[in-house]
């Protein structure tokens, strides 16, 4: 059986994956995961967007920082269970098609008894995007 890990530890690591992300540090946002991660982003995605392992992963958040220069608001509260997932809302705000725009998002994540992320799945829809509101981050 898995060890739990704490609601407030579940928080923490998430509001760190945000901060990391938005600080665009690939670094940063794979040492929150296990060695074995796997990252569906977006869930049902086309070939290339269900990642496995901590270096694929890396490459995946490389490409995707580069090429869109995410920017996430928490948008709500971080839930959690008591057994070990969490889930995570907020928007992201990204280049898209030469534009900044904004997307709802909400990842669920599952920790391991570490408490390092050993799922990420992220829900959104890029049919849905919309122009930015905020600008984060200026276009180049």
């Known amino acids: 059986m898995t060890e739990k890990i704490s609601a407030v530890e579940m928080q923490t690591t998430l509001e760190r994956y945000l901060e990391r992300v938005r600080d665009l540090d690939v670094t ?9 991660v796997s990252v569906e982003d977006p869930v049902g995605g086309p070939p290339g967007t269900h990642v496995v ?4 992963v890396e490459r995946f958040f490389t490409k995707g920082f580069a ?7 928490l948008n709500g509260t971080i839930c959690t269970t008591e057994g070990n997932e969490a889930a995570l ?8 098609f030469g534009k900044r725009s904004e997307l ?3 990842d ?10 050993q799922t990420l ?17 200026p276009s180049p």
Request: hydrophobic residues 40%; aromatic residues 6%.
């Open 121 to 137: 799945r992220a829900f959104w829809n890029i049919r849905l995007a919309r122009p930015a509101r905020h600008r984060s981050q």
């Open 89 to 96: 809302p907020f928007v992201l705000e990204l280049d898209l």
């Open 53 to 56: 392992g901590r270096t694929n």
């Open 104 to 106: 709802d998002v909400i």
């Open 28 to 36: 940063g946002v794979v040492a929150l995961m296990a060695e074995d």
């Open 67 to 73: 090429n869109s220069r995410p920017c996430p608001r």
């Open 108 to 117: 669920v994540v599952r920790f391991n008894s570490s408490g390092e992320i």
